[in-house]
């Protein structure tokens, strides 16, 4: 492979707390080995229009306890089309960027294999998703945070759920992952996690009534995985409503409140360690491929491979919940 002399780097789908701390590893460990670094704005959208700014070590100083992105980010259909991708493809020409390291979640991820591949260029990938689905990844940037965020939002939300007797759903992101669900519920003392991974397998509202959730407590709280298979909060909500009446029930869904703020401890130095390791990666002469750590080891996983495999849920963790919320 060619020597790479300057790398280009972006943050693309939704944003995620730790992102900037990633923006200043990447570029400072560049610069640490003599690598030149271009800052792209508004991820793949500023690839394909040229929204790049040469970036210097001052360029990220004071960036790693802000929340989301000094990059910004933007979803980009353009990129999706062959013809948006030779756009980009010209723009890194022309900036004379020999490899891009891109910061984001599945869908971004999928952008950079499909864009590796057709051109035959070198991308590292960083794992900047709220989620925490990516495969071959213990932790992504931007989980604890998110997680942190959630706990500290459901602890308030009790105080008015215990006062008031009544049973609340709250809702948090996920998609079709429960990782931000089940692991909140165990933080925060919840009944129950309604999660797509085992929706199909056991109703699990059915479950949590018929096991008599309210016997011993004077309120409820059941954290909801947004995800279209569960249906998300209201849909359950009205379930309860009809098939359930004699419980008084709300809904809160937290949205964007998880996306915010600045980042935890865990997620600096995630954050950090990944995007040092992604110059490495870089100059060992590898390519498409997502940094992640396991068992606290940096791993470099192919995208193929990331991508493709849906990260399993902890059953273990399933059955602490059940045993601790009796």
Known sequence: MATIKCIGILTSGGDAPGMNAAIRAVTRSAIYNGIEVKGIYHGYRGLISGEIKSFKTENVS?????????????????????????????????????????????????????????FDYPIIGLPGTIDNDLYGTDLTIGYDTALNTIMEAVDKIRD????????????????????????GAIATGCEAAIIPEIYTEIDQLKELVENGFRKSKNSSIVLVAESPTTGGAMHLAERVKNEYPQYDVRVTILGHIQRGGSPSAQDRIL?????????????????NVMVGVRNDEVVYVPFSKAIKYDKPINRELLNTLRKLSI
Request: glycine content about 14%.
């Open 62 to 118: 004071n960036i790693i306890q802000q929340g989301g992105t000094i990059l910004k980010t933007a979803r980009c259909k353009e990129f999706e089309t062959p013809e948006g991708r030779a756009g980009a493809y010209e723009t890194l020409k022309r900036e004379g960027i020999d490899a891009l390291v891109v910061i984001g979640g599945d869908g971004s991820l999928t952008g950079a294999r499909v864009f590796a591949q057709e």
């Open 160 to 183: 008015t759920a215990s006062s008031h007797e009544r049973l609340f759903f709250i809702e948090v992101m996920g998609r079709d992952a429960g990782f931000l669900a089940l692991n």
């Open 271 to 287: 954050a950090s360690r990944l995007g040092a390791a992604a110059i490495d990666a870089l100059l060992d002469g590898q390519r």
